[in-house]
């Protein structure tokens, strides 16, 4: 199983070719791996980011809240 990168919504496969392992704490099992995403999908992320923020922080504090 790769990790997939969360991003406006929706879970993204990486086009990077580069990963690491990601091991199980306790045992170190290796039980998955993370990619390095590539420049752009960094951009795309901080891009959706930017914009959920301008959104959110519209939200009432008590409302932000029950999400946390």
């Keep these: 199983m790769t990790v997939r990168n969360f991003v406006a919504g ?11 392992p990601v091991h199980h704490p306790v045992t170190g099992e290796e039980i998955s791996f993370t ?8 951009d795309d992320a901080v ?8 959104e959110w922080r519209r939200v009432p504090v008590g409302d932000r ?3 946390l």
């Design 65 to 67: 809240v029950q999400v």
């Design 35 to 42: 990619p390095f995403s590539t420049e752009e999908e960094v």
């Design 10 to 20: 929706e879970w993204r496969d990486s086009r990077a070719s580069d990963r690491m």
């Design 47 to 54: 891009a959706a980011a930017q914009k959920a923020f301008r």
